[in-house]
Nanobody, 115 residues
Framework: QVQLVESGGGLVQPGGSLRLSCTASVSIFGKYTVAWYRQGPGKQRELVARIPAGGMANYPDSVKGRFSISRDNAKKMVTLQMNDLKREDTAVYYC?????????WGQGTQVTVSS
């Protein structure tokens, strides 16, 4: 059974930074597209950042220049560095792995941006 374990969420002031991490219990981590999604209060779930297997990272305009996703295939880990956080970044953040019909999600970690 595949498990994704996220960590690093918490409370941060506007303008601050947080780093989220996610480790996966899969045999071949490198073949997966890894991504972070988020769902804010009263909002739909949205993509935050994605790295395809062997590809380039991509981001929506809402976080471009502030968030950075990276992956370490040897450690089976994906991280999300979030800088210059805004109140509207408040959400539950989910780590995902996708490959063909396989689509795995973590349990989510809360990020709250508030003064």
């Amino acid at each position: 059974q595949v498990q994704l374990v996220e960590s690093g969420g918490g409370l941060v002031q506007p303008g601050g930074s947080l780093r989220l991490s996610c480790t996966a219990s899969v045999s071949i981590f490198g073949k997966y597209t890894v991504a972070w999604y988020r769902q804010g209060p009263g909002k739909q779930r949205e993509l935050v950042a994605r790295i395809p297997a062997g590809g380039m990272a991509n981001y929506p305009d809402s976080v471009k220049g502030r968030f950075s996703i990276s992956r370490d295939n040897a450690k089976k880990m994906v991280t999300l560095q979030m800088n210059d956080l805004k109140r509207e970044d408040t959400a539950v953040y989910y780590c995902t792995l996708q490959s063909g019909p396989y689509d795995y999600w973590g349990q989510g970690t809360q990020v709250t941006v508030s003064s």
